[in-house]
Protein backbone atom coordinates (compact mmCIF):
# COMPACT_ATOMS: atom_id res chain seq x y z
CA UNK A 1 0.00 0.00 0.00
CA UNK A 2 1.29 3.22 -0.61
CA UNK A 3 2.06 4.52 3.00
CA UNK A 4 4.29 1.90 3.60
CA UNK A 5 7.32 3.00 1.03
CA UNK A 6 8.98 3.28 3.98
CA UNK A 7 9.18 -0.76 5.32
CA UNK A 8 11.15 -2.52 3.65
CA UNK A 9 8.84 -5.82 2.56
CA UNK A 10 10.48 -8.35 4.42
CA UNK A 11 9.36 -6.41 7.57
CA UNK A 12 5.77 -6.72 6.59
CA UNK A 13 3.80 -9.21 7.40
CA UNK A 14 0.62 -9.72 5.18
CA UNK A 15 -2.52 -11.93 6.64
CA UNK A 16 -5.20 -10.04 5.16
CA UNK A 17 -7.98 -12.65 4.06
CA UNK A 18 -7.26 -14.90 6.04
CA UNK A 19 -9.58 -15.91 8.13
CA UNK A 20 -8.26 -15.41 11.75
CA UNK A 21 -11.02 -15.45 14.51
CA UNK A 22 -8.43 -13.58 16.82
CA UNK A 23 -5.14 -10.70 16.47
CA UNK A 24 -2.03 -12.89 15.87
CA UNK A 25 0.27 -12.51 19.51
CA UNK A 26 2.10 -15.10 18.65
CA UNK A 27 3.94 -13.42 16.35
CA UNK A 28 5.09 -11.29 18.37
CA UNK A 29 8.12 -13.43 18.39
CA UNK A 30 9.21 -11.47 15.91
CA UNK A 31 7.93 -8.36 16.62
CA UNK A 32 11.23 -6.27 16.57
CA UNK A 33 11.05 -7.16 12.51
CA UNK A 34 7.14 -6.33 11.91
CA UNK A 35 6.75 -3.04 11.22
CA UNK A 36 3.77 -2.98 8.73
CA UNK A 37 0.92 -5.59 9.40
CA UNK A 38 -2.14 -5.96 7.59
CA UNK A 39 -4.78 -7.83 9.14
CA UNK A 40 -7.98 -6.77 7.34
CA UNK A 41 -10.78 -8.21 6.04
CA UNK A 42 -10.04 -11.66 9.25
CA UNK A 43 -12.75 -11.49 12.26
CA UNK A 44 -10.55 -10.05 15.05
CA UNK A 45 -13.39 -8.34 16.66
CA UNK A 46 -11.19 -6.64 19.54
CA UNK A 47 -8.11 -5.39 19.22
CA UNK A 48 -6.55 -6.67 21.91
CA UNK A 49 -3.63 -5.23 24.91
CA UNK A 50 -0.85 -7.73 23.11
CA UNK A 51 -1.14 -5.12 20.26
CA UNK A 52 1.51 -3.06 22.85
CA UNK A 53 4.23 -6.28 22.28
CA UNK A 54 4.89 -4.78 18.78
CA UNK A 55 7.11 -1.80 19.62
CA UNK A 56 8.48 -1.45 15.77
CA UNK A 57 4.85 -1.67 14.36
CA UNK A 58 4.71 1.79 11.99
CA UNK A 59 1.68 0.45 9.98
CA UNK A 60 -1.73 -1.28 10.95
CA UNK A 61 -4.16 -1.98 8.96
CA UNK A 62 -7.53 -3.98 10.77
CA UNK A 63 -9.91 -2.56 8.12
CA UNK A 64 -13.06 -5.06 7.64
CA UNK A 65 -12.93 -7.40 10.76
CA UNK A 66 -16.75 -6.59 12.45
CA UNK A 67 -13.84 -4.91 15.34
CA UNK A 68 -15.76 -3.25 17.88
CA UNK A 69 -13.21 -2.26 20.44
CA UNK A 70 -9.73 -0.95 20.17
CA UNK A 71 -7.10 -1.45 23.38
CA UNK A 72 -5.84 1.62 25.03
CA UNK A 73 -2.73 -0.51 24.62
CA UNK A 74 -2.79 0.74 20.87
CA UNK A 75 -1.05 3.78 22.25
CA UNK A 76 2.01 2.16 23.75
CA UNK A 77 3.22 1.93 19.99
CA UNK A 78 6.03 4.42 19.92
CA UNK A 79 6.04 4.70 16.19
CA UNK A 80 2.78 4.06 15.00
CA UNK A 81 2.08 6.47 11.88
CA UNK A 82 -0.70 4.73 10.55
CA UNK A 83 -4.14 3.19 11.84
CA UNK A 84 -6.42 2.21 9.32
CA UNK A 85 -9.97 0.60 11.26
CA UNK A 86 -12.37 1.52 8.36
CA UNK A 87 -15.28 -0.69 7.50
CA UNK A 88 -15.79 -1.91 10.91
CA UNK A 89 -18.50 -1.81 13.80
CA UNK A 90 -16.54 0.64 15.84
CA UNK A 91 -19.21 3.31 17.61
CA UNK A 92 -18.99 6.17 19.76
CA UNK A 93 -16.54 5.07 22.84
CA UNK A 94 -14.70 2.26 21.04
CA UNK A 95 -11.79 4.18 20.72
CA UNK A 96 -9.34 4.65 23.90
CA UNK A 97 -9.29 7.61 25.87
CA UNK A 98 -5.85 7.84 25.50
CA UNK A 99 -5.69 7.84 21.66
CA UNK A 100 -4.19 11.63 21.71
CA UNK A 101 -0.89 10.11 23.35
CA UNK A 102 -0.51 8.66 20.22
CA UNK A 103 2.22 11.34 18.80
CA UNK A 104 3.65 9.72 16.12
CA UNK A 105 0.27 8.79 14.56
CA UNK A 106 0.22 10.48 11.41
CA UNK A 107 -2.81 8.44 9.06
CA UNK A 108 -6.16 7.50 10.47
CA UNK A 109 -8.69 5.68 9.00
CA UNK A 110 -11.89 4.83 10.62
CA UNK A 111 -14.76 5.11 7.39
CA UNK A 112 -17.23 2.86 7.49
CA UNK A 113 -18.00 2.73 10.97
CA UNK A 114 -21.14 3.99 13.15
CA UNK A 115 -19.36 6.88 15.08
CA UNK A 116 -22.53 9.83 15.81
CA UNK A 117 -20.32 12.19 17.45
CA UNK A 118 -16.37 13.24 16.50
CA UNK A 119 -14.56 11.84 18.91
CA UNK A 120 -13.03 13.94 21.72
CA UNK A 121 -9.84 12.62 21.94
CA UNK A 122 -8.80 13.21 18.01
CA UNK A 123 -9.66 16.95 18.64
CA UNK A 124 -6.36 17.45 20.35
CA UNK A 125 -4.21 15.33 17.98
CA UNK A 126 -2.09 18.05 16.60
CA UNK A 127 0.50 15.88 14.65
CA UNK A 128 -2.40 14.07 12.36
CA UNK A 129 -2.02 14.48 8.91
CA UNK A 130 -4.51 12.41 7.48
CA UNK A 131 -8.14 11.74 9.43
CA UNK A 132 -10.42 9.70 7.04
CA UNK A 133 -13.75 9.94 8.73
CA UNK A 134 -16.41 8.95 5.40
CA UNK A 135 -19.71 7.16 5.75
CA UNK A 136 -20.04 7.92 9.76
CA UNK A 137 -23.01 9.24 11.10
CA UNK A 138 -21.45 12.46 12.00
CA UNK A 139 -23.93 15.21 12.20
CA UNK A 140 -21.96 17.82 13.26
CA UNK A 141 -18.01 18.91 13.35
CA UNK A 142 -16.43 19.81 16.37
CA UNK A 143 -14.87 23.86 16.41
CA UNK A 144 -12.15 22.30 18.31
CA UNK A 145 -10.73 20.67 15.38
CA UNK A 146 -8.55 24.01 15.00
CA UNK A 147 -6.17 22.36 17.24
CA UNK A 148 -5.42 20.21 14.69
CA UNK A 149 -2.77 22.21 12.68
CA UNK A 150 -0.35 20.14 10.76
CA UNK A 151 -4.26 18.16 8.97
CA UNK A 152 -3.81 17.83 5.20
CA UNK A 153 -6.48 15.63 3.99
CA UNK A 154 -10.02 15.92 5.91
CA UNK A 155 -12.53 13.05 4.90
CA UNK A 156 -15.79 13.58 5.61
CA UNK A 157 -17.71 12.43 2.88
CA UNK A 158 -20.93 10.69 3.16
CA UNK A 159 -21.97 11.58 6.64
CA UNK A 160 -25.15 13.34 8.10
CA UNK A 161 -23.24 16.97 8.27
CA UNK A 162 -24.88 19.93 7.96
CA UNK A 163 -22.90 22.54 9.17
CA UNK A 164 -19.23 23.54 9.33
CA UNK A 165 -17.73 25.44 12.17
CA UNK A 166 -16.12 28.47 11.48
CA UNK A 167 -13.05 26.90 12.55
CA UNK A 168 -12.68 24.39 9.65
CA UNK A 169 -10.62 27.81 8.14
CA UNK A 170 -7.97 27.49 10.88
CA UNK A 171 -6.50 23.98 9.23
CA UNK A 172 -3.72 26.20 7.90
CA UNK A 173 -2.28 23.13 6.85
CA UNK A 174 -5.73 21.28 4.64
CA UNK A 175 -4.89 20.26 1.09
CA UNK A 176 -7.96 17.98 0.56
CA UNK A 177 -11.37 18.30 2.05
CA UNK A 178 -14.05 16.09 0.96
CA UNK A 179 -17.35 16.88 2.22
CA UNK A 180 -19.61 15.51 -0.68
CA UNK A 181 -22.56 13.24 0.06
CA UNK A 182 -23.88 15.66 3.36
CA UNK A 183 -26.44 17.80 4.53
CA UNK A 184 -24.41 20.77 4.05
CA UNK A 185 -26.91 24.11 3.19
CA UNK A 186 -23.69 26.36 3.20
CA UNK A 187 -20.00 26.56 3.83
CA UNK A 188 -18.37 29.25 5.98
CA UNK A 189 -16.70 31.79 4.16
CA UNK A 190 -13.59 31.35 6.65
CA UNK A 191 -12.80 28.42 4.72
CA UNK A 192 -11.41 31.27 1.89
CA UNK A 193 -8.83 31.25 4.43
CA UNK A 194 -7.34 27.79 3.39
CA UNK A 195 -4.03 29.09 1.29
CA UNK A 196 -3.31 25.11 0.64
CA UNK A 197 -6.40 24.11 -0.31
CA UNK A 198 -6.34 22.16 -3.34
CA UNK A 199 -9.15 20.20 -3.61
CA UNK A 200 -13.11 21.04 -2.13
CA UNK A 201 -15.18 18.17 -2.68
CA UNK A 202 -18.76 19.26 -2.21
CA UNK A 203 -20.91 17.24 -4.12
CA UNK A 204 -24.41 15.85 -3.34
CA UNK A 205 -25.31 18.43 -0.39
CA UNK A 206 -28.01 21.24 -0.26
CA UNK A 207 -25.64 24.17 -0.72
CA UNK A 208 -27.92 26.84 -2.66
CA UNK A 209 -24.69 29.34 -2.93
CA UNK A 210 -21.35 29.54 -2.63
CA UNK A 211 -19.50 32.24 -0.52
CA UNK A 212 -17.50 34.89 -3.25
CA UNK A 213 -14.83 34.67 -0.81
CA UNK A 214 -13.84 31.26 -2.24
CA UNK A 215 -12.39 32.61 -5.50
CA UNK A 216 -9.48 33.73 -3.55
CA UNK A 217 -8.10 30.54 -2.91
CA UNK A 218 -5.72 30.30 -5.23
CA UNK A 219 -4.46 26.67 -5.22
CA UNK A 220 -7.99 25.38 -5.38
CA UNK A 221 -7.81 23.35 -8.52
CA UNK A 222 -10.65 20.77 -8.20
CA UNK A 223 -13.74 22.08 -6.60
CA UNK A 224 -16.82 19.23 -7.21
CA UNK A 225 -20.34 21.19 -6.69
CA UNK A 226 -22.93 18.83 -9.08
CA UNK A 227 -26.26 17.93 -7.18
CA UNK A 228 -26.41 20.93 -4.99
CA UNK A 229 -29.62 23.27 -5.59
CA UNK A 230 -27.25 26.21 -6.67
CA UNK A 231 -29.19 28.87 -7.54
CA UNK A 232 -28.20 30.53 -11.38
CA UNK A 233 -30.59 33.12 -11.06
CA UNK A 234 -32.44 34.01 -8.22
CA UNK A 235 -33.70 37.26 -9.20
CA UNK A 236 -35.89 35.50 -12.14
CA UNK A 237 -36.52 32.09 -9.80
CA UNK A 238 -37.63 34.31 -6.79
CA UNK A 239 -41.29 32.97 -5.90
CA UNK A 240 -43.01 35.64 -3.26
CA UNK A 241 -45.58 33.85 -1.00
CA UNK A 242 -47.13 37.12 0.43
CA UNK A 243 -48.01 37.52 4.03
CA UNK A 244 -51.27 37.27 5.27
CA UNK A 245 -52.97 40.69 6.69
CA UNK A 246 -52.59 39.27 10.08
CA UNK A 247 -48.75 38.60 9.76
CA UNK A 248 -48.70 42.23 8.18
CA UNK A 249 -50.83 43.95 11.63
CA UNK A 250 -48.48 41.60 13.10
CA UNK A 251 -44.78 43.22 11.90
CA UNK A 252 -47.06 46.67 12.36
CA UNK A 253 -47.41 46.55 16.07
CA UNK A 254 -43.93 44.95 16.90
CA UNK A 255 -41.98 46.65 14.33
CA UNK A 256 -43.63 50.56 14.85
CA UNK A 257 -42.87 49.48 19.24
CA UNK A 258 -46.85 49.95 20.04
CA UNK A 259 -47.25 49.17 23.83
CA UNK A 260 -49.92 46.07 24.51
CA UNK A 261 -50.43 43.76 27.84
CA UNK A 262 -52.14 41.06 28.31
CA UNK A 263 -55.77 42.48 28.68
CA UNK A 264 -55.20 45.02 25.48
CA UNK A 265 -55.40 42.03 22.79
CA UNK A 266 -57.42 38.58 22.74
CA UNK A 267 -54.99 35.95 24.08
CA UNK A 268 -54.77 33.94 20.65
CA UNK A 269 -53.21 37.50 18.93
CA UNK A 270 -51.08 38.12 22.59
CA UNK A 271 -50.29 34.24 21.75
CA UNK A 272 -49.26 35.67 18.16
CA UNK A 273 -47.11 38.56 18.47
CA UNK A 274 -45.44 36.79 20.89
CA UNK A 275 -44.38 34.47 17.94
CA UNK A 276 -42.50 37.05 16.53
CA UNK A 277 -38.92 36.45 15.28
CA UNK A 278 -35.97 38.77 14.00
CA UNK A 279 -34.92 38.67 10.91
CA UNK A 280 -31.43 37.40 10.53
CA UNK A 281 -30.05 40.11 8.57
CA UNK A 282 -27.73 42.13 11.03
CA UNK A 283 -28.46 45.06 9.33
CA UNK A 284 -32.57 44.81 9.51
CA UNK A 285 -34.30 45.28 12.80
CA UNK A 286 -37.58 44.13 11.29
CA UNK A 287 -39.06 40.62 12.59
CA UNK A 288 -41.60 38.37 10.59
CA UNK A 289 -43.96 35.66 11.51
CA UNK A 290 -44.25 33.48 8.94
CA UNK A 291 -43.63 34.75 5.64
CA UNK A 292 -40.45 36.15 4.50
CA UNK A 293 -38.01 36.13 1.04
CA UNK A 294 -35.26 33.80 1.24
CA UNK A 295 -32.51 35.20 -0.30
CA UNK A 296 -28.93 33.94 -1.30
CA UNK A 297 -26.97 34.95 1.86
CA UNK A 298 -29.82 36.77 3.59
CA UNK A 299 -33.39 36.74 3.93
CA UNK A 300 -35.38 40.14 5.24
CA UNK A 301 -38.80 41.11 5.32
CA UNK A 302 -37.85 44.71 4.63
CA UNK A 303 -36.33 43.81 1.19
CA UNK A 304 -39.21 41.21 -0.06
CA UNK B 1 -15.25 -5.12 -50.01
CA UNK B 2 -17.65 -2.34 -52.27
CA UNK B 3 -20.91 -2.77 -52.87
CA UNK B 4 -21.72 -4.88 -50.23
CA UNK B 5 -24.30 -3.36 -47.59
CA UNK B 6 -22.89 -2.88 -43.85
CA UNK B 7 -24.70 -5.94 -42.35
CA UNK B 8 -23.13 -8.57 -44.89
CA UNK B 9 -20.02 -6.73 -44.57
CA UNK B 10 -20.19 -7.02 -40.56
CA UNK B 11 -20.82 -10.50 -41.05
CA UNK B 12 -18.05 -10.93 -43.43
CA UNK B 13 -15.40 -9.60 -41.36
CA UNK B 14 -16.86 -11.41 -38.23
CA UNK B 15 -16.69 -14.64 -40.45
CA UNK B 16 -13.31 -13.74 -41.43
CA UNK B 17 -11.88 -13.18 -38.10
CA UNK B 18 -13.56 -16.37 -36.53
CA UNK B 19 -11.10 -18.49 -38.85
CA UNK B 20 -8.33 -16.50 -38.28
CA UNK B 21 -8.75 -16.98 -34.14
CA UNK B 22 -9.44 -20.79 -35.16
CA UNK B 23 -6.14 -21.47 -36.93
CA UNK B 24 -4.66 -18.97 -34.49
CA UNK B 25 -6.13 -18.82 -31.26
CA UNK B 26 -5.48 -15.79 -29.08
CA UNK B 27 -3.41 -16.84 -25.91
CA UNK B 28 -5.76 -17.08 -22.45
CA UNK B 29 -4.63 -14.10 -20.50
CA UNK B 30 -3.97 -15.75 -16.96
CA UNK B 31 -1.16 -12.58 -16.37
CA UNK B 32 -2.26 -8.85 -17.33
CA UNK B 33 0.86 -9.34 -19.85
CA UNK B 34 -1.09 -12.05 -21.42
CA UNK B 35 -3.73 -9.95 -22.00
CA UNK B 36 -1.70 -7.02 -23.69
CA UNK B 37 -0.15 -9.09 -25.68
CA UNK B 38 -3.53 -10.90 -26.65
CA UNK B 39 -4.54 -6.88 -27.28
CA UNK B 40 -1.94 -6.52 -29.50
CA UNK B 41 -3.14 -9.29 -31.74
CA UNK B 42 -6.59 -8.19 -32.23
CA UNK B 43 -5.83 -4.57 -32.62
CA UNK B 44 -3.56 -5.53 -35.82
CA UNK B 45 -6.70 -6.12 -37.57
CA UNK B 46 -8.50 -2.83 -38.67
CA UNK B 47 -11.83 -3.99 -37.96
CA UNK B 48 -12.69 -4.47 -34.58
CA UNK B 49 -14.80 -6.92 -33.10
CA UNK B 50 -16.06 -5.18 -30.13
CA UNK B 51 -17.95 -8.65 -28.79
CA UNK B 52 -14.91 -10.31 -28.78
CA UNK B 53 -12.43 -7.39 -27.09
CA UNK B 54 -15.06 -7.83 -24.25
CA UNK B 55 -14.66 -11.46 -23.99
CA UNK B 56 -11.10 -11.05 -23.75
CA UNK B 57 -10.69 -8.76 -21.57
CA UNK B 58 -13.15 -9.97 -19.42
CA UNK B 59 -11.28 -13.37 -19.10
CA UNK B 60 -8.48 -11.97 -17.56
CA UNK B 61 -9.19 -12.14 -13.64
CA UNK B 62 -7.76 -9.11 -12.08
CA UNK B 63 -4.12 -9.73 -9.80
CA UNK B 64 -2.91 -6.66 -8.27
CA UNK B 65 0.54 -7.56 -8.12
CA UNK B 66 0.43 -7.50 -11.85
CA UNK B 67 -0.85 -3.99 -11.84
CA UNK B 68 0.62 -2.63 -8.86
CA UNK B 69 3.17 -0.62 -10.47
CA UNK B 70 0.64 0.89 -12.27
CA UNK B 71 -1.45 1.91 -9.24
CA UNK B 72 -0.72 5.20 -8.50
CA UNK B 73 -3.03 7.24 -6.78
CA UNK B 74 -3.54 11.17 -5.73
CA UNK B 75 -5.58 12.79 -3.20
CA UNK B 76 -7.16 15.63 -5.31
CA UNK B 77 -8.21 13.43 -8.58
CA UNK B 78 -8.56 10.15 -10.21
CA UNK B 79 -5.29 9.53 -12.11
CA UNK B 80 -4.23 8.07 -15.88
CA UNK B 81 -1.56 5.84 -15.40
CA UNK B 82 -0.10 4.74 -19.39
CA UNK B 83 0.14 1.11 -19.16
CA UNK B 84 0.73 0.32 -23.35
CA UNK B 85 1.02 1.91 -26.17
CA UNK B 86 -0.46 -1.22 -28.26
CA UNK B 87 1.73 -0.80 -31.28
CA UNK B 88 -0.20 2.34 -31.84
CA UNK B 89 -3.63 0.83 -32.42
CA UNK B 90 -4.52 1.20 -28.59
CA UNK B 91 -3.71 2.96 -25.50
CA UNK B 92 -3.86 0.59 -22.23
CA UNK B 93 -4.36 2.88 -18.91
CA UNK B 94 -5.12 1.75 -15.54
CA UNK B 95 -7.02 4.52 -13.31
CA UNK B 96 -7.34 5.15 -10.08
CA UNK B 97 -10.27 6.43 -8.12
CA UNK B 98 -9.55 7.69 -4.53
CA UNK B 99 -12.50 7.35 -2.37
CA UNK B 100 -15.61 9.79 -3.88
CA UNK B 101 -13.05 10.68 -6.89
CA UNK B 102 -15.05 11.05 -10.34
CA UNK B 103 -15.05 11.58 -13.76
CA UNK B 104 -16.24 15.41 -15.57
CA UNK B 105 -19.08 14.50 -18.22
CA UNK B 106 -17.30 13.49 -21.31
CA UNK B 107 -16.66 12.15 -24.93
CA UNK B 108 -14.65 9.55 -26.88
CA UNK B 109 -13.17 11.53 -29.80
CA UNK B 110 -15.08 8.58 -31.72
CA UNK B 111 -12.93 5.94 -30.27
CA UNK B 112 -14.03 2.65 -29.18
CA UNK B 113 -13.73 2.55 -24.92
CA UNK B 114 -13.50 -0.66 -23.01
CA UNK B 115 -13.17 -0.42 -19.63
CA UNK B 116 -12.50 -3.21 -16.61
CA UNK B 117 -12.94 -3.29 -13.34
CA UNK B 118 -9.82 -4.60 -11.51
CA UNK B 119 -10.09 -3.32 -7.78
CA UNK B 120 -13.71 -1.63 -6.02
CA UNK B 121 -16.47 -0.75 -8.17
CA UNK B 122 -17.00 1.89 -10.36
CA UNK B 123 -20.39 4.28 -11.22
CA UNK B 124 -21.35 5.12 -14.78
CA UNK B 125 -23.84 7.87 -15.52
CA UNK B 126 -24.79 8.38 -18.88
CA UNK B 127 -25.91 10.98 -20.72
CA UNK B 128 -27.52 12.14 -23.93
CA UNK B 129 -25.70 14.38 -26.54
CA UNK B 130 -26.37 18.48 -26.13
CA UNK B 131 -28.48 19.82 -28.84
CA UNK B 132 -26.76 21.29 -31.12
CA UNK B 133 -28.52 24.42 -30.83
CA UNK B 134 -27.13 27.41 -28.74
CA UNK B 135 -29.78 27.11 -25.93
CA UNK B 136 -28.18 26.22 -22.34
CA UNK B 137 -29.51 23.42 -20.88
CA UNK B 138 -29.07 20.87 -18.50
CA UNK B 139 -27.91 17.57 -19.84
CA UNK B 140 -30.42 14.58 -19.77
CA UNK B 141 -29.51 11.18 -17.87
CA UNK B 142 -29.89 8.52 -19.63
CA UNK B 143 -28.76 5.33 -17.86
CA UNK B 144 -26.55 4.07 -14.61
CA UNK B 145 -25.01 1.04 -14.39
CA UNK B 146 -22.48 -0.06 -11.33
CA UNK B 147 -19.63 -2.38 -12.35
CA UNK B 148 -17.83 -4.47 -9.75
CA UNK B 149 -14.70 -6.22 -9.88
CA UNK B 150 -13.47 -7.74 -13.18
CA UNK B 151 -16.45 -6.61 -14.85
CA UNK B 152 -15.84 -5.18 -18.58
CA UNK B 153 -17.85 -2.16 -19.65
CA UNK B 154 -18.03 -0.16 -23.92
CA UNK B 155 -18.64 2.86 -24.81
CA UNK B 156 -18.33 5.01 -27.83
CA UNK B 157 -19.98 8.32 -28.72
CA UNK B 158 -22.41 6.75 -30.70
CA UNK B 159 -24.01 5.76 -27.16
CA UNK B 160 -23.74 9.22 -25.60
CA UNK B 161 -21.71 10.75 -22.94
CA UNK B 162 -21.02 9.57 -19.61
CA UNK B 163 -19.65 10.08 -16.14
CA UNK B 164 -17.84 7.78 -14.11
CA UNK B 165 -16.70 7.91 -10.41
CA UNK B 166 -15.80 5.57 -7.21
CA UNK B 167 -18.77 6.50 -5.11
CA UNK B 168 -17.23 5.15 -1.97
CA UNK B 169 -16.52 6.60 1.03
CA UNK B 170 -14.77 3.77 2.12
CA UNK B 171 -13.03 1.67 -0.65
CA UNK B 172 -10.55 3.15 -3.51
CA UNK B 173 -11.02 1.90 -6.95
CA UNK B 174 -9.14 0.59 -10.03
CA UNK B 175 -10.20 0.14 -13.70
CA UNK B 176 -8.23 -1.00 -16.79
CA UNK B 177 -9.21 1.18 -19.81
CA UNK B 178 -8.72 0.69 -23.65
CA UNK B 179 -9.18 3.30 -26.33
CA UNK B 180 -9.01 2.79 -29.81
CA UNK B 181 -7.61 4.66 -32.03
CA UNK B 182 -5.39 6.19 -29.12
CA UNK B 183 -6.62 10.21 -28.47
CA UNK B 184 -5.17 13.04 -26.71
CA UNK B 185 -8.56 15.23 -26.56
CA UNK B 186 -11.41 14.76 -24.98
CA UNK B 187 -14.70 17.24 -24.59
CA UNK B 188 -16.47 17.98 -21.38
CA UNK B 189 -19.60 19.22 -20.70
CA UNK B 190 -21.08 20.96 -18.43
CA UNK B 191 -24.15 19.03 -16.71
CA UNK B 192 -26.05 22.42 -16.07
CA UNK B 193 -25.43 23.82 -19.18
CA UNK B 194 -24.24 21.77 -21.70
CA UNK B 195 -21.76 23.51 -22.62
CA UNK B 196 -18.84 21.41 -24.51
CA UNK B 197 -15.13 22.29 -24.15
CA UNK B 198 -11.90 20.23 -24.96
CA UNK B 199 -9.14 18.91 -23.02
CA UNK B 200 -6.00 17.66 -23.54
CA UNK B 201 -5.81 13.68 -21.91
CA UNK B 202 -2.77 13.84 -19.41
CA UNK B 203 -0.75 10.84 -17.72
CA UNK B 204 0.21 10.89 -14.08
CA UNK B 205 2.69 8.32 -14.95
CA UNK B 206 4.13 6.22 -18.29
CA UNK B 207 5.50 2.66 -18.24
CA UNK B 208 4.73 2.59 -14.35
CA UNK B 209 6.73 5.53 -13.78
CA UNK B 210 5.61 9.41 -12.15
CA UNK B 211 5.46 11.83 -15.15
CA UNK B 212 6.34 15.30 -13.94
CA UNK B 213 3.33 17.60 -15.51
CA UNK B 214 2.57 20.37 -13.10
CA UNK B 215 5.49 21.28 -12.40
CA UNK B 216 6.01 23.35 -15.16
CA UNK B 217 3.89 26.28 -16.38
CA UNK B 218 3.56 24.85 -19.77
CA UNK B 219 2.17 21.71 -18.54
CA UNK B 220 -0.49 22.79 -16.02
CA UNK B 221 -3.78 20.45 -15.69
CA UNK B 222 -7.01 20.91 -16.52
CA UNK B 223 -9.31 20.89 -13.58
CA UNK B 224 -12.39 18.69 -13.84
CA UNK B 225 -15.71 20.25 -14.45
CA UNK B 226 -16.99 18.58 -11.89
Same mark, same amino acid.
Given at each position: ??????????????????????????????????????????????????????????????????????????????????????????????????????????? @??????????????????????????????????????????????????????????????? @??????????????????????????????????????????????????????????????????? @??????????????????????????????????????????????????????????????????? | ??????????????? #????????????????????????????????? +???????? #?????????????????????????????? +????????????????????????????? $?????????? #???????????????????????????????????????? +??????????????????? #????????????????????? $???????????????????? +?
Amino acid at each position: MMYEDDVPPENRVDLAYSGLDLFPEHLSEKADRIQSLHLNNNRILVLPRAVSLFQELRHLDISANGLTHVSGELTHLPNLRTFIAKNNLLEDGALPKELGRCLSLQV @LNLSGNGFMEFPEQIEGMAGLRALYFGANRLRTVPSEIKHMSRLEILYLGGNQISSLPLEVGS @LSSLMSLVLCDNRLESIPPHLARLRNLRSLSLHNNRIAALPSEIIALRNLTELSLRGNPLVVNFVRD @LSYDPPTLLELAGRGVKNSGIPYGEGDVPPNLYRYLSLARKCPNPKCTGVYFDARVKQIKFFCNIYA | MAGMDVEMRGNAIDE #MLKKKRDLNPLPEPETLDDLVQGLKIIFQDNEI +NVEEVNEY #MSKYKTNAREWYKYAKFDHHRYTRNLVDQG +NGKFNLIVLCWGEGQGSGIHSHSDSHCFM $KVLDGTLDET #MYSWPSDSEDERELQKTETHSYGKDSVAYINDSMGLHRVE +NSSHTNTAVSLHLYSPPFD #MVECFDQRTGHRKKVRVTFYS $KFGQRTPFGCTSVETLEPEN +N
